[in-house]
């Protein structure tokens, strides 16, 4: 089914190169990843862009200033590699970054952004991650962002610009001025479950700066890592995490708005790991046309739980409300969603039907309150409907 919504209208979907694999890429690679969105649902659940992250090109750029791709790891070359991607109805994405050096030490985009704009344009390219090493310091990166988005509406194609400046420099202020349809505002994400808790908890109090066409990211998701990664850094606490906080981290991710970008060997994904990334009630959720940010709401008694035990309420489009009960502590909890707390007094005579997005079940209709009782590092994610 091809995808025809204005460019960054929801956050993105789709699966990223570097918490794997980071310098270990090649065409091959990309291109089974490709085969395997179609052949085993990924694209049909809506994830569309397959992006290569840093180390894809040479380490010198052409007598022309071009940049190159690495003709040992994509002999064929970038535009091939595209068209491939296209046949399938899927979406390209490659990866540059504000400075002189990418993060690994390839060329940056700095001084060079009109002229890597119209090439990522001719190579087809969909979806440019930039990154933000080797800024030179006499320049400020809102001014770097703003002119690679120039570069990017003017070069000829349709390019979604995905910022990765790690939520630096109060980037809420001016990304969404900037022209940026998503940003990242965390630091790099690792395989581990203190990594995820630190992250979600980190963007709690920001949503009101997320939204259609410039979506908080929180960075790619590590569901189904399960430790199997060749980048020290994103795999330094060893033992990545069970599958009820890969269920955990997605549905954070999902109920927050962030872009959903798959981080794993999906060449190796077992049944759990497919179960949950192409969860349909979760996705749903995070591609609601309306695009609101989720609000916390804390349980009573609010002095007896840290800030680690939460619910957040989304509001979806069709007036379904989506509210995800969340115990990122290490006990046992429940936790009780007072009606009152998201505008619906008793007086009004209203209950919640309530819908188990995981189970994928009803789970019946409640007056008043629900207080479901929640493992550690849990969740339970419901649809309700007033009725
Ligand atoms: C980091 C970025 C990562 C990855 C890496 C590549 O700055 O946050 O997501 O792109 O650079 O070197």
Known sequence: MENNKPL????????NS?????????????????????????KDAG?????????????????????????AKFPSGMRALADYIHEKGLKFGMYSCVGTHTCAGYPGSFEHEFQDARLFAEWGVDFLKYDY?????????????????????????????????????????????????????????????????KLALSQLDKECYTGSFCHNDLDMLVVGMYGGSNNNFIASQIGGCNDNEYKTHFALWSMMGSPLMIGCDIRKANQATKDILMNKDLIAINQDLEG??????????????????????????????AVGFFNLS??????????WDIGLPYASGTSLSLYDCWEQKEIGVFKERFSPVVPAHDCLVVRAKLV
Not at 8 to 15: I, K, N, Q, S
Not at 292 to 313: C, N, S, T
Not at 330 to 339: H, K, N, T, W
């Open 18 to 42: 570097w918490n794997t694999f980071t310098w270990d890429i090649n065409e091959q690679l990309i291109r089974d990843v490709a085969d395997l969105f179609v052949s085993e649902g990924y």
């Open 47 to 71: 994830y569309e862009y397959i992006v290569i992250d840093d180390c894809w090109s040479l380490k010198e750029r052409d007598s022309a200033g071009n940049l190159v791709a690495d003709p």
């Open 8 to 15: 960054g209208l929801t956050p993105a979907m789709g699966w």
């Open 330 to 339: 290490d006990r046992q909890r429940e936790i009780s969603l007072l009606f």
């Open 133 to 197: 090493c080797f800024k030179p310091r006499h320049i400020s990166g809102e001014l770097l962002y703003k002119r690679m988005s120039l570069a990017l509406k003017n070069c000829g194609r349709d390019i979604l610009f995905s910022a990765c400046n790690w939520g630096e420099d109060n980037v809420y202020q001016w990304i969404r001025e900037s022209g940026a349809h998503m940003y990242r505002s965390t630091v790099d994400i690792q395989d581990h479950w203190d990594s995820i808790k």
């Open 292 to 321: 609101r940010g989720a609000y916390r709401i804390k349980p009573e008694p609010q002095w007896f739980h840290a800030e680690d035990v939460f619910m957040l309420v989304k509001v979806l489009s069709d007036g379904d409300i």
